[in-house]
């Protein structure tokens, strides 16, 4: 008995030794190997995430995705989206399930230290606010005492409610609910007389009502809410590239490199040394992140520059209808501000 | 010379250990037990290698620690200061509560479908029959969904509620209705209560000494009405009605003041007890069916009524086929009260194993904690529901 058993613990402990290393090949190679990306993003929010009427994914979140895949594989389309809520969104993440994740997430530190995540740089800088009826005469959030709020579960909105309507001394009733969608349904319903989240996915939420007009959005931002993606801690090689290919997007708009140009921009190298640089004729930036000098070249073509991106999902032309605020470049009276590629 | 082939002793040990029968039996039974801790120490071993690769511990601290989410319904006392601790209990309150009022309504609902089921009036015993073929088949996440939808489309928003009475307001955001303060002298009256249940138990036992020694009978059950019901209620008066009710009032966006039920609980609540007493329908239907038809002609034949027979011939015999498949459906009412999270409803999946795992991100920690109570809740059921089957079941001699 006491030979079986001890036997039975070898060849568990052998078992488990083969599974924990298999778990830590780089995710670099493991998204090579497979030949397509793990997204992590939303289960929709119109704008950022969610499939259009042929179910194909489309958003800014999305072109993100897509993006890294253009640097990493080659082709933007080789993604595979994962939707998650945002209860399930890290635990996907952490398990390997997802390999990045661009899902309108706020970077705070519990969840870069505790949670385990390395973020990457912000790509929308956002604020939480509160949809309301027009029809309610409210101006402004400190009225919404007693009010009945729906808040998505598992977000930071629902803290930054519990801290403004604590700070403020006002009541309230919080109608947590699990996806958006419900809350949406919650809200239209009147059985909530407030929706509260970030301020551009209310944006896309009031765009998506029946009667946009009949709804405001109160001028109070309650929170700082800089969203970004975020890969698993302990991958600096595959933070790297994510980080890097961010930072390209925003770099190729201030360089003023579009998709229309860019075949164009990377035939040569001409006399701009950063464009140079970043698309590759000059320097090799992208071997350095363990990928090739076009990598960015690929990202522009296939998705286009920042600016792009942002114009074409959620700009002032778009449904959405966001302007850029905060998300102008820092030369524009924004605080867009990307690291240099040097 | 013929040699007789005689059987071939056995070549080896292990053939022979296993074809003799019970050795047989205990190196399957040690096998089983190596396979099945083997897979448990696989499991539990990978969790936490995992966990120290990405370097997360496990550890417990996060439960004193404060939530800083608000909570709807809390029956205690809770703000977004109290402790991740707290909000778990406000979450196993919130489950309770629903669990407990889910059983008393599916058995009241239950018995009565049941009873329908074998009415011989056709349209009772087709409605009866309609109702459970069309409820116990479609899940009971979709009816949960169903109702609480029903309540907030259908009702109206606080400025136009349905007011009953001018005390009772029913809107999609709760039903507001009164609560009670009570005033110091109510405890006389509560005091009388208890002594009034007190009085009756005993009393009860005392008159079926009396009726079975001297066949002497009293009114047991006006007597004990008197006590229970009656004393205090003349004293309520007397006392001049030490209860002040507290009515909700329209105070800018929602009623405030009394006490309010949340759709969320109301949606919940009724969606469970509906479908599970379908089940228990069946259960009752067939556990009456299942005495013989014999016992009631014997009975009439005795010249007991036909009220007396159900109650002191069919129902006892019924009860003991019916306990046992109605634990399991207890039980099962109270872990599908998890899908509470569907509506919002904040229960302990909600609280402790939703915001607060999502919050401090401790899913193995948070979620052996929900295992645990759900554990727990499921014994508690089954061991009452033991306890009074060994009570009821027939005594053997």
New interface residues.
């Given amino acids: 008995m006491k030979v079986v058993k001890t036997a039975a613990i070898a060849a568990t402990l052998s078992l488990t030794a083969a599974l924990s290393l298999g778990a830590q090949a780089s995710t670099l190679q493991d998204v090579q190997a497979r030949g397509e990306l793990n997204c992590v993003v939303t289960t929709g929010v119109a704008g950022f995430a969610a499939p259009d009427e042929n179910g194909r994914w489309e958003g800014f979140d999305v072109d993100l995705c897509r993006a890294v895949a253009a640097a990493v594989l080659g082709d933007a389309e080789k993604v595979k989206f994962i939707p998650t809520s945002a209860k399930t969104r890290f635990t996907i993440l952490n398990s390997g399930e997802g390999d990045i994740l661009f899902r309108n997430t706020t970077e705070t530190m519990s969840r870069d230290v505790d949670l385990k995540l390395t973020f990457l740089p912000v790509n929308y800088y956002d604020g939480q606010g509160f949809l309301i009826r027009k029809e309610l005469g409210i101006t402004s959030a400190k009225d919404l005492d007693g009010a009945s709020i729906c808040i998505q579960t598992g977000t930071t909105t629902e803290l930054n409610l519990a801290d403004f309507f604590r700070t403020t001394g006002i009541s309230y009733e919080p109608v947590a609910v699990e996806t958006n969608e419900e809350g949406i349904t919650n809200y239209s319903a009147n059985r909530c007389d407030a929706y509260t989240t970030d301020a551009s996915a209310l944006a896309s939420i009031r765009a998506a009502l029946e009667d946009p007009s009949a709804h405001i959005i109160l001028p109070e931002i309650i929170s700082k809410e800089p969203l970004g993606g975020a890969v698993r801690q302990g991958d600096d090689q595959w933070a790297d590239i994510g980080k890097w290919v961010v930072n390209a997007m925003i770099n190729a708009e201030e360089l003023g490199v579009t998709q229309a140009n860019v075949a164009k921009l990377a035939s040569k190298a001409g006399n701009n040394p950063s464009i140079n640089r970043l698309l590759g004729t000059e320097s090799n930036m992208g071997e350095m992140v363990g990928l090739d000098n076009a990598w960015a070249v690929r990202v522009i073509a296939a998705i286009g520059n920042y600016g792009e991106s942002f114009d074409r999902h959620i700009g002032p032309n778009t449904p959405i209808g966001l302007s850029r605020g905060l998300n102008a470049l820092w030369k524009d009276g924004g605080i867009l501000y990307a690291a240099p590629i040097r | 010379m013929n040699e007789v082939a005689l059987p071939q002793p056995q070549r080896n040990i292990v053939s022979r250990l296993w074809n003799d029968k019970e050795t047989r039996q205990v190196i399957i039974q040690?096998l089983a037990f190596?396979v099945i801790?083997?897979f448990f120490?696989?499991m539990v071993?990978?969790a936490i290698?995992?966990l120290e690769?990405?370097?997360?511990d496990i550890s417990m601290d996060f439960l004193s620690q404060p939530s800083?989410?608000?909570?709807?319904q809390s029956l205690i006392e809770y703000?977004?200061?109290s402790t991740h601790l707290r909000a778990m209990t406000v979450g196993i309150i919130n489950t309770l509560l629903v669990a407990v009022f889910g059983i008393a309504l599916a058995t009241v609902i239950g018995f009565l479908l049941g009873v329908c089921r074998l009415s011989k009036n056709w349209i009772v015993n087709k409605l009866a029959y309609v109702y459970i073929e069309y409820v116990r088949n479609v899940p009971v996440l979709l009816h949960i969904l169903l109702v609480h939808?029903i309540i907030?489309?259908s009702l109206p928003?606080p400025k136009n509620a349905v007011v009953v009475n001018e005390v009772a307001f029913l809107t999609?955001?709760g039903f507001f209705i009164p609560s009670p303060d009570f005033q110091p002298l109510y405890w006389v009256v509560a005091a009388l209560f208890v002594i009034g249940v007190i009085f009756s138990l005993r009393f009860r036992k005392y008159a079926q000494k009396v009726q079975d020694q001297t066949g002497k009978h009293y009114p047991v059950f006006w007597i004990c009405f008197g006590a229970i019901v009656g004393v205090p209620f003349i004293m309520y008066f007397l006392l001049g009605s030490p209860i002040v009710w507290e009515i909700p009032e329209l105070?800018?966006?929602?009623y405030?003041g009394g006490l309010v039920i949340r759709?969320?609980f109301i949606a919940l609540w009724l969606a469970l007890s509906i479908y599970t007493a379908a089940f228990i329908g069946e259960i009752v239907r067939a556990g009456i069916s299942a005495v013989d038809w014999g016992q009631n002609e014997a009975a009439a034949a005795l010249g007991v009524t036909r009220g007396r027979t159900l109650s002191l011939v069919v129902i006892p015999q019924a009860l003991r086929i019916i306990i046992p498949p109605l634990t399991s459906q207890y039980l099962n009412l109270a872990k599908n009260s998890s899908l509470a999270?569907?509506?919002?409803y904040?229960d302990i999946v909600?609280t402790i194993g939703?915001?607060t795992?999502?919050?401090?991100?401790r899913?193995m920690e948070c979620m052996a904690i929900v295992l645990t109570l759900y554990l727990i809740f499921s014994l508690l059921i089954s061991s009452g529901m033991n306890w009074y089957n060994n009570r009821i079941k027939l005594v053997e001699r």
């Fill in positions: 040690i190596v801790f083997a120490f696989i071993r990978n290698t995992n690769a990405i370097g997360k800083n989410y608000d909570i709807s703000s977004s200061r939808g907030v489309n928003t999609n955001r105070k800018g966006f929602n405030s759709p969320e999270i569907a509506i919002g904040m909600a939703g915001i795992l999502n919050q401090t991100g899913e």
